[in-house]
């Protein structure tokens, strides 16, 4: 059965879309068959992949309101084993649509449950905010990756998403495990970027990656063209960086689930 990753931080700007596109890249080159469940209305993920917008296209919305199969929704990615269900501005309205839902913090578990055989990872790509589309994730996911950018208020953020995490575990999904914590946009030059490595590293222990996602200009360039960047520029800093990513995320699967509770 495959692992259902919700890759989330409710600060924006912080490289869950870049790392969303590209991790998932990574793991179908790979042979590790993906998924990525784009949750966010904006959409980014989806244009990332360079699928164009299409009002009439069904996207995750269709799914958690009118109970149509995300089966039916999955469209092809640039690779074999790399697939895409898309996100549209619809989306928007599902935080208000739900609330008057039966169950309304499980459906999207419910909808992933008859396609997780398909898959080896199903990353979840939240919206920056803990709303009703990231509970879902949230509940959804059998671990969360928390991508945090290296700046000073890093700890402040991450912080208030594992207090949480804390009260999904306790009231919807006791089995959430944290993925691991990921520094992007690290620049080795600054000193900041090592001090938030640091007070991370001291804060949180292994559940920190090893791997950091450089600041990288073919990385940031990647999606205006619609492609992962590893398609877009393989031998740049950025594509080498999720590369090792996705080793470390398949190592963390043959340990156990996630870097730690």
Same mark, same amino acid.
């Not at 929704?73 to 501005?89: F, Q, R």
């Not at 208000?96 to 055989?117: D, G, K, M, T």
């Given at each position: 059965?495959?692992?259902?990753?919700?890759?989330?931080?409710?600060? *924006?700007? /912080?490289?869950? %879309?870049?790392?969303?596109?590209?991790?998932?890249?990574?793991?179908?080159?790979?042979?590790?068959?993906?998924?990525?469940?784009?949750?966010?209305?904006?959409?980014?993920?989806?244009? *990332?992949?360079?699928?164009?917008?299409?009002?009439?296209?069904?996207?995750?919305?269709?799914?958690?309101?009118?109970?149509?199969?995300?089966?039916?929704?999955?469209?092809? @990615?640039?690779?074999?084993?790399?697939?895409?269900?898309?996100?549209?501005?619809?989306?928007?309205?599902?935080?208000?649509? =739900?609330?008057?839902?039966?169950?309304?913090?499980?459906?999207?578990?419910?909808?992933?449950?008859?396609?997780? #055989?398909?898959?080896?990872?199903?990353?979840?790509?939240?919206?920056?905010? =803990?709303?009703?589309? %990231?509970?879902?994730?949230?509940?959804?996911?059998?671990?969360?990756?928390?991508?945090?950018?290296?700046?000073?208020?890093?700890? #402040?953020?991450?912080?208030?998403?594992?207090?949480?995490?804390?009260?999904? &575990?306790?009231?919807?999904?006791?089995?959430?495990?944290?993925?691991?914590?990921?520094? %992007?946009?690290?620049?080795? &030059?600054?000193?900041?970027?090592?001090?938030?490595?640091?007070?991370?590293?001291?804060?949180? @222990?292994?559940? /920190?990656?090893?791997?950091?996602?450089?600041?990288?200009?073919?990385?940031? #360039?990647?999606?205006?063209? @619609?492609?992962?960047?590893?398609?877009?520029?393989? #031998?740049? &800093?950025?594509?080498?960086?999720?590369?090792?990513?996705?080793?470390?995320?398949?190592?963390?699967?043959?340990?156990?689930? @996630?870097? *730690?509770?």
């Amino acid at each position: 059965m495959g692992r259902v990753i919700a890759i989330a931080n409710q600060k *924006g700007g /912080v490289g869950k %879309t870049t790392t969303a596109i590209n991790l998932a890249a990574a793991l179908a080159a790979h042979d590790m068959w993906t998924l990525v469940v784009d949750c966010d209305p904006q959409g980014n993920t989806t244009s *990332g992949f360079g699928i164009p917008k299409d009002p009439s296209r069904r996207s995750l919305y269709h799914s958690l309101l009118m109970d149509i199969p995300l089966n039916d929704l999955i469209l092809p @990615g640039p690779a074999e084993a790399l697939h895409i269900v898309p996100s549209d501005k619809n989306l928007i309205g599902a935080n208000v649509e =739900l609330v008057s839902q039966p169950q309304r913090e499980y459906i999207l578990r419910q909808r992933i449950l008859p396609i997780r #055989e398909r898959f080896n990872y199903i990353l979840l790509d939240c919206p920056p905010a =803990l709303d009703l589309l %990231t509970l879902n994730a949230l509940v959804a996911a059998d671990s969360v990756l928390i991508p945090i950018q290296c700046e000073y208020f890093a700890l #402040e953020g991450v912080s208030e998403l594992l207090d949480t995490l804390i009260r999904i &575990r306790r009231a919807h999904n006791p089995k959430l495990a944290i993925e691991g914590i990921l520094l %992007t946009m690290f620049d080795e &030059r600054t000193n900041l970027s090592h001090q938030v490595k640091e007070d991370l590293k001291d804060f949180f @222990g292994d559940q /920190v990656f090893d791997t950091m996602i450089p600041r990288n200009v073919r990385l940031a #360039e990647a999606p205006s063209h @619609g492609k992962p960047v590893m398609f877009y520029d393989p #031998e740049c &800093r950025g594509a080498k960086s999720y590369e090792e990513l996705a080793k470390e995320v398949m190592r963390n699967d043959q340990k156990g689930l @996630g870097k *730690g509770a």
